[in-house]
Each structure stands twice: as C-alpha cells, then as structure tokens.
C-alpha cells in the first residue's frame, strides 16, 4: 500500500490561494492515478482533482477546473494541489489519495488515503 502524508492546510482569506502537498512512500508500483478529495462533516467525499501516475493527464470537475491545479514531481514522488481565488465554500478536510484501479474520480475506488488537512477559508 501507499503511504500519503498531506501538509499545507490553514487558514486563508477568500480570494487567497493556498498549495496543498501530499509525501508518497512505499508501494507505489502500479499505481495508476493520484488524487484530492474533500469533505465536509456530514457530507459525502468530493472529488477535487486527479492525475495520471505515468502521463499527468489531469481531471477535475466542471466547477473547480478554472480555479485549481493538481501537478505531480515525480523526482519528490510528491503530489501537489494549487488553489487559487479561494471562496469559503471551498473549507473542507482535503485528502490525497492513491488507487491502481482505473477510476480516477470515485474515491470508492481509491484504496490508499493520507490523514486530512484542513483547509479553512474566511469571507
């Protein structure tokens, strides 16, 4: 399994941006792609960004594309998310994830996750 390590999280004014990484270690053979997801108490995991392991091909959703950005270096085998022009709707726990099954967008299907970091945004 991979080990994921998520550190950037804080408090932010909206407007602001902030860049999220996530540490991979481990058995990262034969993953096929990496990403962030979100989660508000009370509410279901969201889908934020994901990227292929091999060809950083990216995915998001329709409304967050124009605003984040989810890069990878391979080098570090860190994985980072970019997010500008933050809005307080964005406040969440943000998790970085790992899967080696192709799905790239339901976190069902992503087996390995880090711990959370919370991201507040203030109006």
């Known amino acids: 399994q991979v080990q994921l390590v998520e550190s950037g999280g804080r408090l932010v004014q909206a407007g602001g941006s902030l860049r999220l990484s996530c540490a991979a270690s481990?058995?990262?053979?034969?993953?096929?792609?990496m990403g962030w997801f979100r989660q508000v108490s009370g509410k279901e995991r969201e889908f934020v960004a994901s990227i292929t392991w091999s060809y950083n091909s990216t995915f998001y959703p329709d409304s967050l594309r124009a605003r984040f950005t989810i890069s990878r270096d391979s080098a570090k085998n860190t994985l980072y998310l970019q997010m500008d022009n933050l809005k307080p709707e964005d406040t969440a726990v943000y998790y970085c994830a790992a899967t080696k099954n192709l799905a790239y967008r339901d976190y069902r299907f992503f087996e390995s996750w880090g711990q959370g970091t919370q991201v507040t945004v203030s109006s």
């Open positions: 481990g058995d990262t053979f034969g993953t096929k792609f």
